[in-house]
Protein backbone atom coordinates (compact mmCIF):
# COMPACT_ATOMS: atom_id res chain seq x y z
CA UNK A 1 0.00 0.00 0.00
CA UNK A 2 1.04 3.53 -0.81
CA UNK A 3 2.72 5.74 2.42
CA UNK A 4 0.30 8.54 3.48
CA UNK A 5 3.25 10.20 5.23
CA UNK A 6 5.02 13.07 3.47
CA UNK A 7 8.95 12.23 2.31
CA UNK A 8 10.11 15.69 4.00
CA UNK A 9 8.99 14.72 7.18
CA UNK A 10 10.21 11.01 6.86
CA UNK A 11 14.09 12.61 5.60
CA UNK A 12 13.86 15.01 8.64
CA UNK A 13 13.02 12.46 11.23
CA UNK A 14 15.67 10.42 10.10
CA UNK A 15 18.27 13.32 10.26
CA UNK A 16 16.85 15.03 13.67
CA UNK A 17 15.01 12.44 15.45
CA UNK A 18 16.58 9.32 17.26
CA UNK A 19 15.23 6.10 15.48
CA UNK A 20 12.54 4.55 17.57
CA UNK A 21 12.69 0.61 17.67
CA UNK A 22 10.18 -1.16 15.94
CA UNK A 23 7.34 -2.95 17.72
CA UNK A 24 8.63 -6.48 18.55
CA UNK A 25 6.08 -9.27 17.71
CA UNK A 26 5.56 -11.16 20.81
CA UNK A 27 4.03 -14.09 18.58
CA UNK A 28 5.80 -16.90 19.51
CA UNK A 29 5.61 -20.08 16.97
CA UNK A 30 3.85 -22.43 19.53
CA UNK A 31 1.33 -20.28 20.47
CA UNK A 32 -2.31 -20.51 18.31
CA UNK A 33 -3.44 -17.34 16.86
CA UNK A 34 -7.34 -16.44 17.28
CA UNK A 35 -8.51 -17.49 13.43
CA UNK A 36 -10.45 -15.24 11.64
CA UNK A 37 -13.50 -15.49 9.29
CA UNK A 38 -13.16 -15.66 5.72
CA UNK A 39 -15.64 -12.50 5.48
CA UNK A 40 -13.98 -10.69 7.78
CA UNK A 41 -11.14 -9.66 5.76
CA UNK A 42 -13.66 -9.15 2.09
CA UNK A 43 -12.79 -5.17 1.12
CA UNK A 44 -13.79 -3.43 -2.05
CA UNK A 45 -13.34 -0.42 -4.11
CA UNK A 46 -15.74 0.98 -6.16
CA UNK A 47 -14.64 2.97 -9.19
CA UNK A 48 -17.44 5.23 -10.51
CA UNK A 49 -16.61 5.71 -14.27
CA UNK A 50 -20.75 6.00 -14.96
CA UNK A 51 -21.61 9.04 -13.28
CA UNK A 52 -18.18 10.64 -13.16
CA UNK A 53 -16.51 12.03 -15.86
CA UNK A 54 -13.81 13.41 -14.43
CA UNK A 55 -12.60 9.85 -12.80
CA UNK A 56 -12.78 8.93 -16.00
CA UNK A 57 -10.98 11.28 -17.45
CA UNK A 58 -8.02 10.11 -15.44
CA UNK A 59 -8.21 6.26 -15.90
CA UNK A 60 -8.63 6.87 -20.23
CA UNK A 61 -6.72 5.56 -22.66
CA UNK A 62 -5.98 7.10 -26.17
CA UNK A 63 -8.48 4.77 -28.07
CA UNK A 64 -10.81 5.23 -25.33
CA UNK A 65 -10.88 2.60 -22.73
CA UNK A 66 -9.68 1.85 -19.26
CA UNK A 67 -5.89 2.06 -18.73
CA UNK A 68 -5.04 -1.46 -17.14
CA UNK A 69 -2.34 -1.12 -15.68
CA UNK A 70 -3.67 1.67 -13.16
CA UNK A 71 -6.03 -0.87 -12.04
CA UNK A 72 -3.34 -3.37 -11.79
CA UNK A 73 -1.82 -0.70 -8.97
CA UNK A 74 -5.46 -1.05 -7.07
CA UNK A 75 -5.21 -5.22 -7.06
CA UNK A 76 -2.01 -4.75 -5.83
CA UNK A 77 -3.10 -2.28 -3.05
CA UNK A 78 -6.39 -4.02 -2.71
CA UNK A 79 -4.75 -7.43 -2.02
CA UNK A 80 -1.89 -6.21 0.41
CA UNK A 81 -5.16 -4.06 2.57
CA UNK A 82 -6.89 -7.70 2.93
CA UNK A 83 -3.60 -9.37 4.40
CA UNK A 84 -3.16 -6.26 6.70
CA UNK A 85 -7.15 -6.90 7.70
CA UNK A 86 -7.24 -10.52 7.82
CA UNK A 87 -3.77 -10.14 10.43
CA UNK A 88 -4.93 -7.01 12.53
CA UNK A 89 -8.85 -7.16 12.40
CA UNK A 90 -11.60 -5.48 10.24
CA UNK A 91 -10.57 -2.15 12.41
CA UNK A 92 -6.89 -1.58 11.65
CA UNK A 93 -5.17 0.49 13.48
CA UNK A 94 -1.60 0.99 13.31
CA UNK A 95 0.41 -1.15 10.64
CA UNK A 96 3.85 0.49 11.75
CA UNK A 97 3.66 -1.23 15.06
CA UNK A 98 2.08 -4.23 14.48
CA UNK A 99 5.35 -6.21 14.96
CA UNK A 100 5.23 -7.64 11.61
CA UNK A 101 5.03 -6.44 7.99
CA UNK A 102 3.25 -8.56 4.81
CA UNK A 103 4.98 -8.33 1.21
CA UNK A 104 3.59 -9.69 -1.91
CA UNK A 105 5.16 -12.99 -2.93
CA UNK A 106 4.14 -13.78 -6.21
CA UNK A 107 1.08 -12.86 -8.10
CA UNK A 108 -0.13 -16.53 -9.52
CA UNK A 109 -2.48 -14.91 -12.34
CA UNK A 110 -5.15 -11.77 -13.65
CA UNK A 111 -7.23 -13.31 -16.07
CA UNK A 112 -9.32 -11.15 -17.99
CA UNK A 113 -12.31 -12.30 -19.06
CA UNK A 114 -14.69 -9.81 -20.33
CA UNK A 115 -13.47 -6.21 -22.30
CA UNK A 116 -13.84 -3.55 -19.78
CA UNK A 117 -16.94 -1.28 -20.40
CA UNK A 118 -16.14 2.11 -19.76
CA UNK A 119 -19.69 3.38 -19.03
CA UNK A 120 -20.52 1.30 -15.87
CA UNK A 121 -19.06 1.48 -12.84
CA UNK A 122 -15.71 -0.47 -12.19
CA UNK A 123 -16.03 -2.45 -8.34
CA UNK A 124 -12.58 -4.46 -7.20
CA UNK A 125 -13.01 -6.74 -4.49
CA UNK A 126 -11.50 -9.40 -2.81
CA UNK A 127 -10.56 -11.61 0.67
CA UNK A 128 -8.16 -14.05 2.16
CA UNK A 129 -9.26 -17.91 0.90
CA UNK A 130 -6.33 -19.84 2.14
CA UNK A 131 -3.74 -19.52 4.85
CA UNK A 132 -0.65 -21.54 5.59
CA UNK A 133 1.75 -20.99 8.46
CA UNK A 134 3.05 -17.68 7.29
CA UNK A 135 1.58 -17.39 3.73
CA UNK A 136 -2.00 -16.32 2.54
CA UNK A 137 -3.91 -16.56 -0.56
CA UNK A 138 -5.63 -13.53 -1.23
CA UNK A 139 -8.40 -13.58 -4.08
CA UNK A 140 -9.04 -10.73 -6.09
CA UNK A 141 -12.23 -9.97 -8.55
CA UNK A 142 -13.33 -7.10 -10.93
CA UNK A 143 -16.81 -6.72 -11.81
CA UNK A 144 -18.80 -4.23 -14.09
CA UNK A 145 -21.86 -2.82 -11.95
CA UNK A 146 -24.83 -0.17 -13.00
CA UNK A 147 -26.59 0.78 -15.70
CA UNK A 148 -29.62 -1.20 -15.06
CA UNK A 149 -27.36 -4.67 -15.77
CA UNK A 150 -26.65 -7.54 -13.91
CA UNK A 151 -22.99 -7.35 -12.37
CA UNK A 152 -20.34 -9.15 -14.64
CA UNK A 153 -16.99 -10.27 -13.51
CA UNK A 154 -14.50 -8.95 -16.15
CA UNK A 155 -11.19 -10.24 -14.28
CA UNK A 156 -10.35 -12.92 -11.61
CA UNK A 157 -7.50 -13.10 -9.65
CA UNK A 158 -4.78 -14.40 -7.13
CA UNK A 159 -2.00 -12.64 -4.99
CA UNK A 160 0.36 -14.81 -2.56
CA UNK A 161 1.25 -12.78 0.40
CA UNK A 162 3.98 -13.40 3.06
CA UNK A 163 3.63 -12.30 6.44
CA UNK A 164 7.78 -11.42 7.90
CA UNK A 165 8.54 -10.41 12.06
CA UNK A 166 9.53 -6.42 11.54
CA UNK A 167 12.55 -7.23 13.92
CA UNK A 168 13.80 -10.86 12.70
CA UNK A 169 12.73 -10.68 9.09
CA UNK A 170 12.17 -14.35 9.33
CA UNK A 171 8.10 -15.93 8.59
CA UNK A 172 6.04 -15.18 11.09
CA UNK A 173 2.94 -17.03 11.53
CA UNK A 174 -0.67 -15.93 10.13
CA UNK A 175 -3.91 -15.83 11.68
CA UNK A 176 -5.80 -19.26 10.32
CA UNK A 177 -9.17 -19.40 8.90
CA UNK A 178 -12.50 -20.39 10.54
CA UNK A 179 -14.87 -21.92 7.83
CA UNK A 180 -18.36 -21.61 8.25
CA UNK A 181 -20.35 -22.16 5.05
CA UNK A 182 -19.85 -24.86 2.24
CA UNK A 183 -19.01 -21.90 0.11
CA UNK A 184 -16.28 -20.70 2.42
CA UNK A 185 -14.88 -24.58 2.12
CA UNK A 186 -14.88 -24.11 -1.54
CA UNK A 187 -12.73 -21.21 -1.69
CA UNK A 188 -10.62 -22.85 0.95
CA UNK A 189 -9.84 -26.23 -1.22
CA UNK A 190 -9.47 -23.35 -4.07
CA UNK A 191 -6.62 -21.57 -2.34
CA UNK A 192 -5.35 -24.89 -0.92
CA UNK A 193 -5.27 -25.92 -5.21
CA UNK A 194 -3.65 -23.23 -6.12
CA UNK A 195 -0.94 -23.06 -3.73
CA UNK A 196 -0.60 -26.58 -4.49
CA UNK A 197 0.16 -26.04 -8.25
CA UNK A 198 2.25 -23.35 -7.93
CA UNK A 199 4.62 -25.53 -5.51
CA UNK A 200 4.35 -27.90 -8.94
CA UNK A 201 4.93 -25.92 -11.26
CA UNK A 202 7.63 -24.81 -9.51
CA UNK A 203 8.87 -28.77 -9.52
CA UNK A 204 8.67 -28.66 -13.09
CA UNK A 205 10.01 -25.24 -14.04
CA UNK A 206 12.49 -25.69 -17.10
CA UNK A 207 14.99 -24.27 -15.17
CA UNK A 208 15.02 -27.33 -13.02
CA UNK A 209 14.15 -30.10 -15.21
CA UNK A 210 14.21 -30.60 -18.99
CA UNK A 211 11.25 -30.29 -21.28
CA UNK A 212 8.82 -33.04 -22.00
CA UNK A 213 9.21 -35.23 -24.85
CA UNK A 214 6.58 -33.33 -26.75
CA UNK A 215 7.83 -30.25 -25.87
CA UNK A 216 11.39 -31.11 -27.39
CA UNK A 217 9.81 -32.32 -30.53
CA UNK A 218 7.47 -29.21 -31.05
CA UNK A 219 11.01 -27.11 -30.45
CA UNK A 220 12.58 -28.88 -33.07
CA UNK A 221 10.45 -28.87 -35.51
CA UNK A 222 10.95 -25.43 -35.25
CA UNK A 223 14.82 -25.45 -35.76
CA UNK A 224 13.59 -27.46 -38.91
CA UNK A 225 11.88 -24.86 -40.17
CA UNK A 226 13.35 -21.68 -39.09
CA UNK A 227 16.41 -22.32 -37.60
CA UNK A 228 18.06 -23.37 -40.67
CA UNK A 229 17.55 -20.32 -42.37
CA UNK A 230 18.52 -20.36 -45.97
CA UNK A 231 18.76 -16.54 -46.56
CA UNK A 232 21.31 -14.73 -45.07
CA UNK A 233 20.49 -10.96 -43.76
CA UNK A 234 21.41 -8.14 -45.75
CA UNK A 235 25.43 -7.68 -45.44
CA UNK A 236 25.86 -11.57 -44.77
CA UNK A 237 25.12 -11.95 -41.14
CA UNK A 238 23.79 -13.85 -39.50
CA UNK A 239 20.56 -16.58 -40.54
CA UNK A 240 17.17 -14.97 -41.82
CA UNK A 241 14.16 -16.91 -39.67
CA UNK A 242 12.01 -15.74 -42.84
CA UNK A 243 9.86 -13.22 -43.99
CA UNK A 244 6.97 -13.54 -41.51
CA UNK A 245 9.28 -14.81 -38.31
CA UNK A 246 11.47 -12.91 -35.78
CA UNK A 247 14.42 -13.86 -33.66
CA UNK A 248 13.50 -13.13 -30.43
CA UNK A 249 16.44 -11.43 -29.10
CA UNK A 250 15.83 -9.06 -31.82
CA UNK A 251 12.32 -7.75 -30.11
CA UNK A 252 13.84 -6.56 -27.10
CA UNK A 253 12.26 -2.66 -25.61
CA UNK A 254 13.11 -1.38 -22.87
CA UNK A 255 13.66 2.11 -20.40
CA UNK A 256 15.20 3.06 -17.53
CA UNK A 257 13.67 5.32 -15.09
CA UNK A 258 14.52 6.56 -11.72
CA UNK A 259 12.47 5.79 -8.25
CA UNK A 260 11.29 8.80 -6.68
CA UNK A 261 9.78 8.71 -3.39
CA UNK A 262 6.14 9.76 -4.39
CA UNK A 263 5.64 5.99 -5.60
CA UNK A 264 7.16 4.33 -2.07
CA UNK A 265 5.00 2.12 0.07
CA UNK A 266 4.55 2.19 3.77
CA UNK A 267 7.57 0.20 4.16
CA UNK A 268 9.55 2.84 2.15
CA UNK A 269 10.35 0.88 -1.03
CA UNK A 270 8.74 1.52 -4.43
CA UNK A 271 5.46 0.47 -4.31
CA UNK A 272 4.77 -2.84 -6.06
CA UNK A 273 1.34 -2.07 -8.32
CA UNK A 274 3.41 1.11 -9.60
CA UNK A 275 5.96 -1.50 -10.90
CA UNK A 276 3.16 -3.85 -12.54
CA UNK A 277 1.80 -0.57 -13.97
CA UNK A 278 5.43 0.75 -15.55
CA UNK A 279 5.81 -3.17 -17.00
CA UNK A 280 2.44 -3.79 -18.24
CA UNK A 281 2.68 -0.60 -20.51
CA UNK A 282 6.28 -1.08 -21.79
CA UNK A 283 4.73 -4.68 -22.45
CA UNK A 284 1.32 -2.83 -24.03
CA UNK A 285 4.33 -1.17 -26.03
CA UNK A 286 6.46 -3.95 -27.37
CA UNK A 287 3.50 -6.10 -28.26
CA UNK A 288 1.71 -3.45 -30.10
CA UNK A 289 5.36 -2.27 -32.59
CA UNK A 290 5.49 -6.25 -32.70
CA UNK A 291 1.87 -6.76 -34.17
CA UNK A 292 1.40 -3.34 -35.62
CA UNK A 293 -1.36 -2.75 -34.25
CA UNK A 294 -3.59 -2.21 -31.17
CA UNK A 295 -3.62 -5.27 -29.05
CA UNK A 296 -5.99 -6.54 -26.10
CA UNK A 297 -4.85 -7.50 -22.68
CA UNK A 298 -6.06 -10.93 -22.11
CA UNK A 299 -3.44 -12.24 -18.93
CA UNK A 300 -1.25 -11.47 -16.09
CA UNK A 301 0.36 -14.91 -16.46
CA UNK A 302 2.71 -14.67 -12.81
CA UNK A 303 5.25 -11.93 -11.49
CA UNK A 304 8.07 -12.78 -9.17
CA UNK A 305 9.14 -10.64 -6.36
CA UNK A 306 12.72 -11.59 -5.60
CA UNK A 307 13.74 -7.96 -3.93
CA UNK A 308 12.20 -4.50 -3.11
CA UNK A 309 13.24 -1.66 -5.21
CA UNK A 310 14.69 1.32 -2.95
CA UNK A 311 13.92 4.69 -2.85
CA UNK A 312 15.86 7.03 -5.63
CA UNK A 313 17.45 3.65 -7.07
CA UNK A 314 17.83 3.35 -11.18
CA UNK A 315 15.66 0.72 -12.46
CA UNK A 316 16.30 -0.37 -15.93
CA UNK A 317 13.13 -2.66 -17.87
CA UNK A 318 13.79 -4.81 -20.49
CA UNK A 319 11.00 -6.14 -22.06
CA UNK A 320 10.85 -9.11 -24.74
CA UNK A 321 8.61 -10.90 -26.98
CA UNK A 322 8.86 -14.55 -25.86
CA UNK A 323 5.78 -16.83 -27.95
CA UNK A 324 3.42 -16.25 -30.41
CA UNK A 325 0.66 -18.34 -31.79
CA UNK A 326 -2.63 -18.23 -34.05
CA UNK A 327 -5.71 -18.76 -31.94
CA UNK A 328 -8.35 -18.21 -34.71
CA UNK A 329 -11.20 -20.67 -33.44
CA UNK A 330 -10.95 -18.38 -29.78
CA UNK A 331 -11.58 -15.10 -32.08
CA UNK A 332 -8.06 -14.30 -32.36
CA UNK A 333 -6.04 -13.54 -34.99
CA UNK A 334 -2.69 -13.64 -32.72
CA UNK A 335 -1.51 -14.39 -28.91
CA UNK A 336 1.71 -12.65 -27.68
CA UNK A 337 3.63 -13.54 -24.52
CA UNK A 338 5.63 -11.04 -22.87
CA UNK A 339 8.04 -11.22 -20.47
CA UNK A 340 9.29 -7.99 -18.48
CA UNK A 341 12.79 -7.85 -15.84
CA UNK A 342 12.93 -5.26 -13.72
CA UNK A 343 16.65 -4.57 -12.71
CA UNK A 344 17.86 -2.13 -10.10
CA UNK A 345 21.25 -0.93 -11.70
CA UNK A 346 24.33 0.32 -9.22
CA UNK A 347 25.35 3.34 -10.63
CA UNK A 348 29.22 2.82 -8.83
CA UNK A 349 30.05 -0.76 -10.48
CA UNK A 350 27.09 -1.40 -13.07
CA UNK A 351 25.91 -4.51 -11.97
CA UNK A 352 22.59 -5.59 -12.13
CA UNK A 353 20.20 -7.22 -9.20
CA UNK A 354 16.97 -8.13 -10.64
CA UNK A 355 14.05 -7.83 -8.55
CA UNK A 356 11.01 -8.59 -10.44
CA UNK A 357 9.96 -11.07 -13.41
CA UNK A 358 6.61 -10.33 -14.79
CA UNK A 359 4.76 -12.42 -17.72
CA UNK A 360 1.91 -10.85 -19.62
CA UNK A 361 -0.15 -11.84 -22.48
CA UNK A 362 -2.27 -9.70 -25.22
CA UNK A 363 -3.97 -10.91 -28.39
CA UNK A 364 -5.03 -8.86 -31.50
CA UNK A 365 -8.69 -9.87 -32.99
CA UNK A 366 -9.10 -11.15 -36.42
CA UNK A 367 -11.49 -7.75 -36.92
CA UNK A 368 -8.27 -5.59 -36.62
CA UNK A 369 -5.32 -7.92 -37.43
CA UNK A 370 -2.19 -6.75 -39.26
CA UNK A 371 -2.54 -8.53 -42.68
CA UNK A 372 1.17 -9.27 -42.26
CA UNK A 373 1.47 -11.00 -38.92
CA UNK A 374 4.64 -12.16 -37.62
CA UNK A 375 5.92 -15.06 -35.44
CA UNK A 376 8.89 -15.01 -33.15
CA UNK A 377 11.57 -17.80 -33.61
CA UNK A 378 14.13 -18.71 -30.29
CA UNK A 379 17.68 -18.72 -31.24
CA UNK A 380 19.56 -19.81 -28.25
CA UNK A 381 19.05 -22.60 -25.88
CA UNK A 382 17.86 -20.27 -22.93
CA UNK A 383 15.59 -18.73 -25.74
CA UNK A 384 14.14 -21.56 -26.26
CA UNK A 385 12.97 -22.64 -22.58
CA UNK A 386 11.68 -19.10 -22.45
CA UNK A 387 9.57 -19.95 -25.78
CA UNK A 388 8.38 -22.71 -23.88
CA UNK A 389 7.60 -21.02 -20.77
CA UNK A 390 5.48 -18.91 -22.37
CA UNK A 391 3.70 -21.67 -24.72
CA UNK A 392 2.61 -23.23 -21.38
CA UNK A 393 1.31 -20.08 -20.09
CA UNK A 394 -1.09 -19.42 -22.96
CA UNK A 395 -2.57 -22.76 -23.09
CA UNK A 396 -3.34 -22.48 -18.77
CA UNK A 397 -4.45 -19.26 -19.88
CA UNK A 398 -7.22 -20.92 -22.91
CA UNK A 399 -7.88 -23.69 -20.29
CA UNK A 400 -9.01 -20.89 -17.50
CA UNK A 401 -11.11 -18.83 -20.30
CA UNK A 402 -12.25 -21.80 -21.53
CA UNK A 403 -13.46 -22.92 -18.22
CA UNK A 404 -15.68 -19.65 -17.51
CA UNK A 405 -16.98 -19.76 -21.18
CA UNK A 406 -18.42 -23.33 -19.95
Same mark, same amino acid.
Given at each position: MRSRSL???????? %?????????????????????? =?? +???????VLPFGSSSELLEQYTNASGGIRTG???? +???????????? +??LGPTV???????? =?????????????????? %???????GQVIYTGRSSMEVAVKMESTGKGLPDETVLIGRFSMVCRNSTTHR????????? %??????????????????????????????????????????? =?????????????????DPGVDHV???? %?????????FPQERNIHQKIFGGYL?????????????????? +?????????ISFA????????????????????????GYAILVHVGVKANVVDVKTGQEQTTNDFRFTWCQDKEIASPDLRKVVPKTYREAMLW??????????AEIRGLRTK
Open positions: WSETLLNA %TTKPQLKEAKDETKDDVPLAPR =YM +HESYSELKLME +HLDSLAGSIAYK +HMVNIQNSGF =YIVTASVDRLDMLSPLDP %TRDLRLSARQVNPLAL %TTPEERSLHLLGEHMKQRRQSSALKSLSRVPPSSEEAEELHAV =YLKHGQGKERVEGGGDLWMGD %TVLEKCLLMMRLAYELGFANASMFTRG +HVRFLSLDGRPVPIGSILRLRSQILYTTEAAEALEGKRAIELG
